[in-house]
């Protein structure tokens, strides 16, 4: 009960903030805010591959929590299987988004998800992305703290074996 709970106010909040104006980076949850899109910071995340970037919209994905962040993948990166501990809804901002579920990467269990498509990820699922006909970015809701943990640690490429 107490997980539906936390997805109602996540999904409350996250309407609530975006019907209010204010100007700011990885906003606050208890206060009014906006970002637009020319003003999002995107920084490398040290648990995806180089290339990668993320950006903190709300909240503090460090903390106990509701956040949303972004995520952007170039064209032919491939995120490795691996689970995180917070159950997730991804929407597909542009390009197309590739997951798979499994703890082995295997391109034939991948499926296509076009902008504006919604995916929901229960907490602790193996899966798998892969950029694979061109880059994508995709906004990630949740309730943290986040935490990613690689099936194979030698995937991770911050080199830790979990988070």
Known sequence: MKKINSFKFLFCSMV????????????????????????????????????????????????EGPYVV????????????????EARVYTVISGVFYIGIGEKYDPTKLKAYPPGSVFVLPANTPHFHWAKSGGYETQVSAYGPLGISYINPSDDPSGEKTK
């Open 70 to 85: 972004r995520v952007r993948l170039p064209s032919n990166v491939v995120l490795m299987p691996h689970k995180h501990p």
């Open 16 to 63: 609530w903030l975006g019907v209010q104006y204010t100007k700011a980076q990885s906003l606050q949850n208890d206060k009014v805010g906006d970002i637009y899109a020319e003003d999002i910071k995107w920084s490398a995340f040290p648990s995806f591959p180089p290339e990668a970037r993320l950006a903190v919209l709300i909240g503090d994905p460090k903390n």
